[in-house]
Antibody, heavy 121, light 108 residues
């Protein structure tokens, strides 16, 4: 079964660092782009960035450039999203999603279950 | 940047047809994808490339495009179809995916 499994919920204080994960299985992890999507409470989907685990080519949404770091460890089929200094406004659900291989403007066909990040003093 | 506009809400009675629109400039030149997100769950792809259905998605779900509008149509609506629906395209100028604001489908 093709799936993405994300790490569990996190409760952090402002200023703390955090790294959440997304592990792929059931397919060739290195040959599909993995994107990260934020969903703030009661709001819609926002694309944050995307990585190609095969060579770690990474692209960021302008809204999130410099705010987060996306990485991947292809040896363990895992992508990461990390913050070096969390803010209360980072409180949200974060999803990873696989970009289907179509050579261009493809859909995100497989989604992780989401990781809830709560930041509060 | 490219913007996709969806109505915030659509209501439909069970057994009827729901139509959810997604407007964008020159959307006819782009491939439109649709996602369903039920409360407390991750999004699920229900339509890709304007009108194709992934395996496991009922035939009641269909997609179309005309002019600057893409439409997700759900026939014979069931209570289980109640969810938020998002359209998505890729902005060719930035090579970024763009999501619509989402439409909450309420089954009366």
């Amino acid at each position: 079964e093709v799936q993405l499994v994300q790490s569990g919920a996190e409760v952090k204080k402002p200023g703390e660092s955090l790294k959440i994960s997304c592990k792929g299985s059931g397919y060739s992890f290195t040959t599909y782009w993995i994107g990260w999507v934020r969903q703030m409470p009661g709001k819609g989907l926002e694309w944050m960035g995307i990585i190609y685990p095969g060579d770690s080519d990474t692209r960021y949404s302008p809204s999130f450039q410099g705010q987060v770091t996306i990485s991947a460890d292809k040896s363990i089929s895992t992508a990461y999203l990390q913050w070096s200094g969390l803010k209360a406004s980072d409180t949200a659900m974060y999803y990873c999603a696989r970009k289907h291989n179509c050579g261009g403007d493809c859909a995100f066909d497989i989604w992780g279950q989401g990781t809830l990040v709560a930041v509060s003093s | 940047s490219y913007v996709l506009t969806q109505p915030p809400s659509v209501s439909v009675a069970p057994g009827k047809t729901a139509r959810i629109t997604c407007e964008g400039n020159n959307i006819g030149t782009k491939n439109v994808h649709w996602y369903q997100q039920k409360p407390g769950q991750a999004p699920v792809l229900v339509i890709y490339y304007d009108s194709d259905r992934p395996s496991g998605i009922p035939e009641r779900f269909s997609g179309s495009k005309s002019g600057n509008t893409a439409t997700l149509t759900i026939s014979r609506v069931e209570a289980g179809d109640e969810a938020d629906y998002y359209c998505q395209v890729w902005d060719s100028s930035s090579d970024n995916p763009i999501f619509g604001g989402g439409t909450k489908l309420t089954v009366l």
